[in-house]
């Protein structure tokens, strides 16, 4: 099967840098899209930044010019470098990963979460 590993959450001060990595192994062939989506206290989950094979970006808006996400295909890892972090960024984020080719069949993944906490 596949997993999808995350690592780099954390404490961090207002206006502090966090990078957040993620990889995914098993028996894949290929993956789509990966990305990082986030969820808070009370609140939904929501997408953070997403990057496709074709390397197409998509980012929510609260997080566009402080976040930047970037992959490296052969080792089917995803990176969020996230700077000038601010509280309201404070949740649990995830790692996603979908149209995962693995036997001729697609699938979606998600990681398991990892705590990141803005807070002085």
């Known amino acids: 099967q596949v997993q999808l590993v995350e690592s780099g959450g954390g404490l961090v001060q207002p206006g502090g840098s966090l990078r957040l990595s993620c990889a995914a192994s098993?028996?894949?062939?290929?993956?789509?899209?990966m990305g990082w989506y986030r969820q808070a206290p009370g609140k939904q989950r929501e997408l953070v930044a997403t990057?496709?094979?074709?390397?197409?970006?998509n980012y929510a808006d609260s997080v566009k010019g402080r976040f930047t996400i970037s992959r490296d295909n052969a080792k089917n890892t995803v990176y969020l470098q996230m700077n000038s972090l601010k509280p309201e960024d404070t949740a649990v984020y995830y790692c996603?990963?979908?149209?995962?080719?693995?036997?001729?069949?697609?699938?979606?993944?998600w990681g398991q979460g990892t705590q990141v906490t803005v807070s002085s």
């Open positions: 996603y990963a979908g149209g995962v080719r693995v036997f001729g069949r697609l699938h979606d993944y």
């Open positions: 098993g028996s894949i062939f290929s993956i789509n899209a």
């Open positions: 990057l496709t094979s074709g390397s197409s970006t």
